[in-house]
């Protein structure tokens, strides 16, 4: 049984070479089945089989079909993968089974497909209707083993004038592609849950660290992008200059501020009794507090700001808000010695690409050399933190 396709360049020809076998039970009766078992080769070493029943001479009352196409070599479908997929195939073997039931012309039909150790060619010289990114879609697709599976269900009436299988099944597979190639990380989640949410890492402003819901999706991801051993990983390395700026000097200003209350309050560590928050002192205490914090970063006392007296106002209402100008020029002021510059801000982003990495690479098998680094990666604001979108080609 010969097939020839001369729409595509060059033509495709394929030939079941030696198809043998019975069709049992020829009858014109409605109600009859005839039962269909042949065999043949694609080719030597490819075996064709076609089994079932059917009503032949009324095949859209009933049928009931099954193909099955064995160890098919997939260079042979160069002239369609120039075409589709702009390359040729340089490597492959195809497995299908196909079966299609038809009940008074309504038709369920299954495509099981298994495409083994895929490797794309050279590029055609004219990619024709080629569109997608077929390389990256192989590499979502095949499990740890080099193997493609897909299923492929139809349904549909013999009725319908637009109805046609060849065309359903390649826009089920085309939009399968499309879909994973759009949403790589949404398409890892489907195989790997949790793999979807490490697409983005969120960083509370000034920050490395990693929160222990991040770290854990990012080694969930790590763990299934071992099984698929074509994927690269991008990783950002950087700030957000606004969010970060100002997240480093409060940072530094906490630090500094708890030395200055260890030293004000003569609380030694290892005490037993917590060290109090500036909020929980006196006002006066505050402002002594803040002035020490700012001579240690000065090396001078500072100059506070005169406050005079309001008309009408009290003598304690003055003192209450002399003390609390005080307390927020010195806050100012400490703030003001704090601001990072370029290599803090280097440093910051160098260690948070390190602490992704980290959950990445920690006992999960992935390899280190399927992580890049890349300071053109995706880092923008979100919800008050900086946000981290990783990349995968």
Request: proline fraction near 7%; hydrophobic fraction near 40%; glycine fraction near 8%.
């Amino acid at each position: 049984m010969d097939f020839s396709d001369f729409s595509v360049p060059p033509d495709f020809n394929a030939e079941i070479q030696g198809l043998a076998g019975t069709v049992t039970g020829l009858s014109t009766a409605r109600d009859s089945r005839a039962h269909v078992d042949l065999a043949g080769n694609l080719g030597e070493f490819s075996p064709v089989t076609i089994s079932g029943e059917l009503q032949p001479f009324e095949f859209d009352r009933y049928t009931d079909i099954g193909l099955k196409f064995e160890n098919i070599s997939l260079p042979i479908f160069n002239p369609y993968s120039g075409k589709f997929a702009g390359y040729s195939i340089a490597k492959g073997k195809l497995f299908t089974e196909f079966h299609y039931l038809i009940q008074d012309r309504k038709l369920d039909a299954s495509h099981k497909i298994r495409i083994e150790q895929l490797e794309w060619g050279a590029a055609s010289a004219s990619k024709g209707e080629a569109t997608l990114p077929v390389k990256f879609a192989t590499w979502l697709l095949k499990d740890s083993h080099g193997v493609i599976d897909l299923d492929v269900p139809v349904t549909g009436s013999l009725d319908d004038p637009k109805f046609r299988i060849g065309p359903i099944v390649w826009q089920v597979i085309k939009n399968l592609i499309v879909k994973a190639v759009s949403a790589p990380f949404k398409f890892l989640g489907s195989l790997f849950k949790g793999a979807e949410d490490a697409q983005f890492v969120d960083f509370a402003p000034g920050s490395a660290e990693l929160s222990p819901d991040s770290a854990g999706h990012l080694a969930t991801l790590a763990k299934g992008l071992v099984q698929k051993p074509g994927i690269r990983l991008e990783v950002p390395a950087g700030v957000n200059a606004q969010l970060d700026t100002a997240g480093l000097a409060e940072r530094k200003y906490q630090q500094q501020l708890s030395a200055a209350l260890a030293s004000e309050l003569h609380h030694k560590e290892g005490d037993a009794a917590p060290l109090p928050t500036l909020e929980s002192l006196p006002p006066e205490r505050q402002v002594e507090v803040l002035t020490a914090l700012v001579r240690a970063q000065s090396g001078a006392k500072p100059h506070l700001p005169d406050s005079p007296a309001r008309e009408g106002e009290s003598r304690a209402e003055a003192k209450a808000r002399r003390q609390s100008e005080e307390i927020d020029f010195l806050r100012q002021d400490a703030h003001a010695h704090l601001a990072p510059g370029p290599a803090d801000l280097e440093a910051l982003g160098v260690a948070r690409s390190n602490a992704i990495q980290r959950a990445l690479l920690t006992e999960t098998g992935l390899e280190p050399a399927r992580v890049f680094v890349t300071r053109s990666g995706k880092i923008s604001p979100a919800d008050g933190k900086v946000r981290f979108e990783l990349g995968l080609q």
